[in-house]
């Protein structure tokens, strides 16, 4: 769900670590109580997906894992 809350404009935006080096795929994360917001960092002012932490840990750990299923679905 895109959040375009004006808040959202101040927040403390960081480039993840996971984003390519060639600027084609920058991925750009910021935090707030109870929630993460991700978006384009090429289109700051498009759409923004809001995660609750947890969500967001099990994403990054599948991401480390290599994308393996790590048995959390049922």
């Given at each position: 769900?895109?959040?375009?809350?004006?808040?959202?404009?101040?927040?403390?935006?960081?480039?993840?670590?996971?984003s390519g080096g060639s600027g084609t795929e920058c991925v750009e994360a910021s935090y707030l109580p109870g929630s993460v917001?991700?978006?384009?960092?090429?289109?700051?002012?498009?759409?923004?997906?809001?995660f609750v932490p947890q969500a967001w840990t099990l994403f990054l750990d599948t991401l480390r894992d290599g994308g393996s299923d790590s048995g959390t679905r049922s």
């Open positions: 769900m895109a959040d375009h809350h004006p808040a959202h404009r101040e927040l403390n935006w960081f480039k993840s670590s996971y917001i991700v978006r384009d960092s090429k289109d700051p002012d498009g759409s923004q997906l809001t």
